[in-house]
Each structure stands twice: as C-alpha cells, then as structure tokens.
T-cell receptor, first 109, second 112 residues
Framework: KNEVEQSPQNLTAQEGEFITINCSYS?????LHWLQQHPGGGIVSLFM???GKKKHGRLIATINIQEKHSSLHITASHPRDSAVYIC???????????FGKGTLLTVNP | DGGITQSPKYLFRKEGQNVTLSCEQN?????MYWYRQDPGQGLRLIYY???????QKGDIAEGYSVSREKKESFPLTVTSAQKNPTAFYLC???????????FGPGTRLTVT
C-alpha cells in the first residue's frame, strides 16, 4: 500500500468552479507540503502545513492529523490553475520526503 | 533575485556518454537535492546533500554521481551505467534538511 494517495488522479473543471483535491496518508508526519507543477515542468511550493488551515489568495489547504488527511481547495478556478498538484509528506529532519503521484487539474474556459 | 537555476533546459546525448547537469542556487540554503521524474510517477530522490562536502544516496542513486564542493552548486552526473537515463531531472534546495523545498526549472534529458 502506498504511504500517500491522492484523489482524484485527473480532474476537469469549468472556469469558476470550486476545486477540491484530496491527499490521504498512512504514516506519521511532521508536515505536509502541497506543490504545483506547471505544464512546462517547473514546480512551486504552495503550502507547508502541520495543522489546521492555510490560505493564500484563492488557494486553501487544510490538514487533519488525526484522520491523516489533507485537502487543497481552489476557489473561483481559472484556466491558469491548470497544473499537476502534488502532495508531499514530511517526517521531520531525519526523514526523507514522500511524494504523491499528483493530481492533474484542467480548468476549461 | 534569489532562486535556483538549472542548465540546460533540454539535453540530448548518445548512449554510453556521461553527462553532467548543472544546479546552482543563491538562496543560501544548506540542503540540496536531485530528483528524477518519469511520466505518471511521483518524484524520486537520487541524491541529497545536507551541507557542503557531504552528500548521501537517495532511493535511486545507481548510475548517478554528485559533488558538493560549494554551497551554491550541486551538479549531477548521469553515467553510462544508468540503464534508463531519459527523464526529467529536478534540482531543489531547502534551508534545512527536508524543509520546504524550492525547485529549479528542471532539465529534460534524452539519451538515444
């Protein structure tokens, strides 16, 4: 069983829709990261969180440590949000990061 | 502007040749990493370095080598021993080991 599972694998939305991408994991972590990878390949770190909720513009990330689950929400989605979103588990300074396979989001105008 | 640069963006080599991918950062980060990405797969760790003159093998180090002679630089050599070298290679850095990662733009290597 993979330590980290993302769902859905692929998501197509219309511009303006509210988007939710889920990440479930099975191991103890100290932090969880959300990354965005654009079609050209470049990766940007969106959030690093260890509890609760963080918001940046139209992006919101939440984490429930007890349920081992995190969600990434995008409000008022836009075609420029089209990218692969990757969930990454962090175990602390002595543990390597564990990368999810990513969710491909396509937002149509 | 602070950031990570990788060069070149696209690289083509013949089978049997060694090739070195460049990674430079001016973020003053101690830790640096090399990842490989194949279609449909998550990022896989090749090598990482916590500090200058120190580096450790990641999950898929066979056929690769690195050096960390300067804080700013962490070049990756793909040797002829790497069986399937064609892939997208990403370099990253962080302030501390396994902290929030800052990624370079990547190098797409094609070996024929």
């Amino acid at each position: 069983k993979n330590e980290v599972e993302q769902s859905p694998q692929n998501l197509t939305a219309q511009e303006g829709e509210f988007i939710t991408i889920n990440c479930s994991y099975s191991v103890g972590i100290s932090a969880l990261h959300w990354l965005q990878q654009h079609p050209g390949g470049g990766i940007v770190s969106l959030f690093m969180l260890s509890s609760g909720k963080k918001k940046h513009g139209r992006l919101i990330a939440t984490i429930n440590i007890q349920e081992k689950h995190s969600s990434l929400h995008i409000t008022a989605s836009h075609p420029r949000d089209s990218a692969v979103y990757i969930c990454v588990l962090g175990g602390g300074s002595n543990y390597k990061l564990t990368f999810g396979k990513g969710t491909l989001l396509t937002v149509n105008p | 502007d602070g950031g990570i640069t990788q060069s070149p963006k696209y690289l083509f080599r013949k089978e049997g040749q060694n090739v070195t991918l460049s990674c430079e950062q001016n973020l003053n980060h101690d830790a640096m990493y090399w990842y490989r990405q194949d279609p449909g797969q998550g990022l896989r760790l090749i090598y990482y370095s916590q500090i200058v003159n120190d580096f450790q093998k990641g999950d898929i180090a066979e056929g690769y080598s690195v050096s960390r002679e300067k804080k700013e630089s962490f070049p990756l050599t793909v040797t002829s021993a790497q069986k399937n070298p064609t892939a997208f290679y990403l370099c990253a850095s962080s302030i501390t080991l396994w902290g929030e990662q800052y990624f370079g733009p990547g190098t797409r290597l094609t070996v024929t």
